[in-house]
C-alpha cells in the first residue's frame, strides 16, 4: 500500500496542470515593439486594376485592417521597379500606380507605424537578362533611378521608411546574379543613400538581405557553418566600404516556436552571434534584427493549418511571437494579410491572415481566426509584467496593463513537428561527428520507431549526450501527442484588485475557421475578492484573452415618465492603441 501511495502521488504531481499569479502592483516595463500587429501587406499577386500593385493585398483588406486595427505596427510593402517601369509609356497610369504605392506609406507614417520598402524588380534594359529577378548590370543607371524614388518619398515627402534590398536572394525564384552582384547592388543603392543624406540632413535607414533563413547564402549553406552566410558577408562588405547597415533582415517559416533559440556551433544562439558579428564589424550591436517573413509552415504551399484549420496558425502565431521576444529579436513581421492564387506565375499560398474567392468581378472574401489573434494583440496595454516562464512547453502567458484595464492573453499550442523541431534548434551545436548520428537516425528511420519506443534509447551505439537529447525529444513528443487531443485548464489568480471589474474571455479555438466574430465568449462584473480565481480551459492550439477592465462610477439616470432612479454604467470597450511608437529614425535624430 505504502508502494502505491507513492506512485500514486508522482503520477498526481506528473498530471497538475499549470497555476498562474498575476500581481497587478507588480512592477512593468514598455511592452515591447515585437507585440504589436507586424504584417507584411502582400497577397494575391495579380489585380484586375493595373494601377494597383500588383503584390499588393485587396484595397478592401487594408482598408479593414486599418479601421480594426490600424498601422502602429511596422508594415512591409514590396516596392517592384519592374512594375513601374512597364508603364512608362503610359505615365497617366504609372503615375496611378506610383499614387497607390504612396497612399498607403502615407496612412502607415501618420498612424505612427513604419514602413519597410523593399526594393525590388530590376527594370527591363538595365538587368543582365531580361527578368525582374535579374541583378542589374548597369549599377549607376540602377543607382540614379533607385535615388530618385527615395528622394521623392523620404527627403521631399518626409514618410517614415526603412529600404530593404531585395528579397530572398539566395533562391533562383527571386534572383537571377551571383552573391558580389548582391553586394553590389547593395552598395549602389547605399552609396545613393549616402549622397541623399549628404544633401539633405535626413537621416535614411537602409537594410537587408532578407535572406530565407538567417544562415543561408547563394550557395545553400547549411547552420554549420554561420561564417559563410549572407548576412555575415553582408556585414563585412558594409564595414569595408563604410556603407550604411541599420538593419538586418531574414525569413524564418517554420512549426516550431522556439526556432528563434536555435543554438550555433559556437555554442550560442544565433541572434547572439549575429551581435557578435555586428560588434566585431564596428557596427552598433543594437541594430535592430528583423524577421521581416514568417508564417507556420510545414514545407507545402497549401496547408489546412492555414485555412480549414486555421486556429492551428493563430495559436502558433503567439507562441512564436513569445519566443521572438524571449530570444532577443527586436522586430517581426508575419507574412502576409492576404493568399495568393488566380495570379500570373501560378502562385498558390494560402499564407494570407485573409482568404479570398476564385475569380470574381467584386471583392469576395474575408478574414481567418487568425485575424483574431491580431486583434488581441491591439488590446494588449502599453505596459507588460514581466513574468516567470511557465514550466511547460505548451502553454504560455502574457500579462500587460493599461490606465484603467489589465489584459492576460495566455495561448495553448503544439508543435505537430515537436521532435525534428527540437532536434534541428541543437543539431548544430554538436560535433561533426555526432549531427552525422542524429542525420543517420533520421535517413534510416530509426528515429521514428525510438519515438514510438520501439527501439531503446538505452541500447544505441551513441554518446551520453546524444541520448539525452533523444530523450528529452522523446518526452516532448509524447506530451505532444498527449496534448493535442486533450483540453486542458490553467487556474488564474490575480492579487491586489482595488476596484469591482468587468471580465470579458475572448476565445480562438476550432469552433471557427473564418470570418469568425470578434465578441466575448464569456463576460461578467467581478468584485475585489482576494485573490481573484479564475479556472480557464484550453483546448488544443487555441487562445484565450481575459480583459478586466475597471467598472467605471455608478451613474444616477432619471426615468422621469416613471420617476424612478436607476443606475447606468459605461460599455466595455477595447483599449486605444499606441499611435506615437518610437522609432528607429526618431531615436537616431
Known amino acids: 500500500m505504502f508502494f502505491v501511495l507513492i506512485f500514486s502521488f508522482i503520477c498526481f504531481a506528473q498530471e497538475k496542470e499549470p497555476e498562474f499569479t498575476l500581481d497587478v502592483s507588480a512592477q512593468t516595463v514598455p511592452l515591447p515593439k515585437i507585440f504589436k500587429p507586424s504584417v507584411d501587406l502582400s497577397g494575391r499577386g495579380f489585380n484586375r486594376a493595373l494601377s494597383w500593385p500588383q503584390a499588393l493585398a485587396a484595397k478592401e483588406v487594408l482598408e479593414r485592417w486599418e479601421k480594426e486595427v490600424g498601422f502602429q505596427g511596422i508594415y512591409r510593402l514590396q516596392y517592384n521597379l519592374w512594375e513601374i517601369n512597364e508603364f512608362a509609356k503610359d505615365k497617366n497610369l504609372q503615375s496611378q500606380l506610383l499614387n497607390n504605392y504612396e497612399e498607403i506609406i502615407q496612412k502607415i507614417t501618420e498612424a505612427g507605424g513604419v514602413v519597410i520598402l523593399d526594393i525590388f524588380g530590376t527594370p527591363a534594359g538595365l538587368g543582365k537578362v531580361l527578368d525582374k529577378k535579374s541583378a542589374p548590370v548597369d549599377l549607376k543607371a540602377f543607382k540614379e533611378l533607385v535615388k530618385g524614388y527615395i ?273 534541428s534548434r541543437n543539431i548544430a551545436g554538436l560535433k561533426e561527428g555526432e549531427r552525422k548520428v542524429i542525420l543517420s537516425l533520421i535517413k534510416t528511420n530509426r528515429l521514428e520507431k525510438i519515438m514510438n519506443r520501439q527501439l531503446d534509447i538505452a541500447k544505441l551505439r551513441a554518446n551520453n549526450r546524444i541520448k539525452s537529447l533523444l530523450r528529452k525529444a522523446l518526452e516532448l513528443n509524447e506530451q505532444a501527442l498527449k496534448f493535442m487531443n486533450s483540453s486542458r485548464t490553467i487556474r488564474l489568480s490575480i492579487k491586489n484588485l482595488k476596484e469591482n471589474y468587468l471580465f470579458q474571455r475572448y476565445t480562438v479555438d476550432a469552433n471557427c475557421s473564418q470570418n469568425c466574430e470578434f465578441v466575448p465568449a464569456a463576460e461578467k462584473e467581478i468584485g475585489t475578492s482576494e485573490p481573484y480565481q479564475e479556472t480557464l480551459v484550453l483546448d488544443p492550439y487555441s487562445l484565450n484573452l ?24 459605461e460599455p466595455l470597450t477595447e483599449p486605444t492603441p499606441d499611435k506615437t511608437p518610437e522609432t528607429q529614425s526618431e531615436t537616431k535624430k
Not at 558580389?180 to 537602409?206: C, D, F, H, S, W
Not at 455608478?554 to 447606468?568: C, F, P, R, V
Open 151 to 423: 528622394r521623392n518619398l523620404s527627403c521631399n515627402k518626409r514618410y517614415n521608411i526603412w529600404y530593404e534590398v531585395w528579397s530572398t536572394p539566395d533562391s533562383d525564384d527571386f534572383f537571377i546574379g551571383r552573391e558580389q552582384e548582391y553586394l553590389n547592388m547593395y552598395r549602389a543603392i547605399a552609396e545613393g543613400i549616402k549622397e541623399l543624406e549628404a544633401e539633405t540632413k535626413v537621416y535614411i535607414p537602409l537594410g537587408g538581405p532578407a535572406v530565407s533563413w538567417w544562415f543561408m547564402n547563394l550557395e545553400r549553406n547549411t547552420s554549420a557553418t554561420p561564417g559563410r552566410s549572407l548576412i555575415y558577408d553582408l556585414i563585412k562588405f558594409c564595414c569595408r566600404y563604410k556603407l550604411p547597415l541599420d538593419f538586418i533582415t531574414w525569413h524564418a517559416y517554420s512549426s516550431d516556436p522556439e526556432a528563434d533559440k536555435e543554438i550555433t556551433v559556437y555554442k550560442k544562439p544565433y541572434i547572439e552571434l549575429i551581435r557578435d558579428w555586428l560588434s566585431y564589424f564596428h557596427f552598433d550591436r543594437n541594430t535592430p534584427l528583423i524577421i521581416d517573413e514568417w508564417n507556420f509552415d510545414r514545407q507545402a504551399n497549401v496547408l489546412p493549418e492555414r485555412s480549414e484549420k486555421s486556429h492551428i496558425c493563430a495559436s502558433y502565431v503567439l507562441a512564436r511571437l513569445k519566443n521572438m521576444w524571449e530570444a532577443g529579436l527586436d522586430a517581426q513581421l508575419y507574412f502576409c494579410l492576404e493568399d495568393f492564387q488566380t495570379n500570373k506565375e501560378g502562385i498558390v499560398r494560402n499564407v494570407g491572415i485573409f482568404w479570398f474567392g476564385k475569380e470574381t468581378t467584386s471583392y469576395e472574401g474575408g478574414p481567418k481566426s487568425i485575424y483574431n489573434t491580431f486583434r488581441m494583440l491591439n488590446n494588449l496595454g502599453p505596459e507588460m509584467y514581466v513574468i516567470p516562464k511557465l514550466n511547460d512547453a505548451f502553454i504560455g502567458i502574457i500579462a500587460t496593463k493599461a490606465q484603467d484595464s489589465y489584459t492576460i492573453l495566455v495561448y495553448n499550442y503544439i508543435d505537430p513537428e515537436i521532435v525534428r523541431s527540437y532536434l
Open 546 to 569: 481575459v480583459v478586466l477592465k475597471k467598472k467605471p462610477p455608478q451613474a444616477e439616470s432619471i426615468n422621469l415618465e416613471a420617476g424612478e432612479t436607476k443606475k447606468a454604467t
